[in-house]
């Protein structure tokens, strides 16, 4: 294990630009708001003042209006496509003047990621420092998501692109895919040059990606337009769960800090306004599992994928609930022969263990699956859960995902997409410690 922690230390300093990290080189040459937020906890373990500059470089790259993006583009390199000169953020009026960077964000990690830095430190009083310092930051962020993200008040967030969920080519957006006709345009893909294609989005599906962008960079990046005119908005479980988790740590940290009571009472209400709606509205009966909610047609997708799981790390489902949705869990993603836990329903035809999120089994995913099971008591299947990480990434290595089919494992190299991947080796820092 002292070995694997060596490593995984190697992979961070190597991806650490200075003060902020890069997911992995080549295919992933920038910032990415919730890697951050991942590294830094993986940081945190051994090098503290790092874990802070890589949070604070994201909070610089805020916009007016508490807006955090999801790729800061600190250099100008051309080996990933969409780059700065695609999205074009200085079209809206607030974007940051400092740093380039795209107009959509990804999920709202920061809050738990503060706590999570605070329960880490040895030094409490000089984090809690840095707390203060950068927590009125986070709670404007999701200033913005209340205010400009939740059309009928529900206390649920909608994400108007599939790049701001984090899970980009689940196969539950083939749904919405099918309700678009998008030009086929001509443009140079970098990924497929640094990874084999068949463990990539199709080119038909960039062409969607690309689509949206365009239409969200017709008006300017801005909000209420995005909302009446992208064919994709969505309230993705994941997404909704991460904020709800991110809340909840604010007011932790605020009470801890001392002094803000508006601000706990305006969290609170949002929480509590966030969980009823979440339990109400995302909750599918018939599959017993959360599943995203397409807002553009007005209906859910009913699929289950590994963000079904996610609600168990914010604490939303009451104790009933939770078992069943564990016990679903392993009948379908659980059996011997799969490592815990595939990114999609592994009895769907859609299914695919090779690519990308259409099926693989990533780190990030599973972090918040383990933490969620310990908190509800689950403690063999939270083991099981860490033991099939740690496996995955001492067979293979610390790529960006892995096939969930133990067999494969056996007879060849089975992990995928990026090699040296921060977050996986982040992550792994922070289940062995
Ligand atoms: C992947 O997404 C980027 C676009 O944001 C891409 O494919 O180019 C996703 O896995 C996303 O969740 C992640 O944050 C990003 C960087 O690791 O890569």
């Known amino acids: 294990m002292e070995l694997l922690q060596k490593k995984a230390i190697e992979v961070l300093n190597k991806n650490w630009k200075g003060n902020f990290s890069i997911p992995c080189a080549n295919l992933y040459p920038f910032q990415w708001f919730w890697d951050s937020g991942l590294i830094a906890i993986g940081f945190a373990h051994f090098d503290m003042p790092k874990a802070e500059k890589e949070i604070e470089t994201l909070l610089d790259a805020q916009w007016e209006n508490g807006f955090i993006p999801h790729i800061i583009f600190h250099t100008e390199t051309d080996t990933y496509f969409p780059g700065a000169d695609f999205h074009l953020s200085n079209l809206h ?16 990690v920061t809050g738990f990621v503060l706590e999570e830095l605070y329960k880490i430190s040895e030094d409490k009083k000089a984090t809690l420092e840095f707390i203060k310092r950068n927590i009125d930051q986070v709670y404007f962020n999701h200033e913005y998501f209340y205010h400009q993200r939740d059309p009928k008040n529900e206390g649920l967030v909608y994400i108007y692109h599939n790049w701001e969920s984090g899970t980009d080519n689940s196969p539950i957006w083939d749904d919405i895919w099918s309700t678009m006709n998008p030009p086929e345009y001509t443009f140079e893909r970098r990924d497929t040059t640094h990874v084999d294609p068949s463990e990539r989005p199709s080119k038909r599906e960039y062409d969607h990606y690309l689509h949206i962008i365009e239409i969200a960079k017709k008006y300017h990046y801005n ?34 800090i001392g002094g803000h009571d508006a601000k706990i009472k305006q969290l609170q209400l ?48 009451d104790k009933k609930r939770a078992e069943s949705m564990i016990k679903i869990m392993m009948d379908k993603f659980g059996r011997e022969d799969q490592y ?69 494992h056996a007879e060849e190299n089975a992990g995928y997409g990026g090699h040296d991947f921060s977050w996986s080796a982040a992550l792994l820092i922070d289940f062995i410690n």
């Open 270 to 317: 949002w929480q509590n306004k966030s969980i009823r709606s979440f339990n109400d509205k995302l909750f599918d009966e018939r599959l017993g599992v959360y599943v995203h909610y397409d807002l553009r047609n007005e209906k859910s997708l009913n699929y289950i994928s590994s963000s079904s799981f996610s609600p168990l790390f914010a604490g939303i489902p």
């Open 223 to 256: 909000d209420e337009k995005i909302m009446e005119l992208s064919p994709f908005l969505v309230q993705d479980p994941l997404f909704n769960a991460m904020l709800i988790k991110s809340n909840e740590s604010l007011i932790k940290l605020y009470k801890l």
């Open 340 to 408: 815990l836990c595939a990114s999609f329903d592994p009895s769907s035809e859609r299914f695919n263990p090779k690519k990308y999120w259409r099926g693989p089994v990533w780190i990030n995913l599973n972090w918040m699956l383990y933490r969620g099971l310990v908190q509800y008591g689950y403690k063999d299947i939270a083991e099981r859960v860490k033991k099939d990480s740690i496996e995955i990434i001492e067979k293979n290595g610390f790529y960006e995902y892995f096939d969930s089919r133990k067999k494969v």
């Open 93 to 108: 009026p607030q974007a940051s003047k400092k740093y380039k960077s795209t107009g959509m964000t990804q999920p709202p």
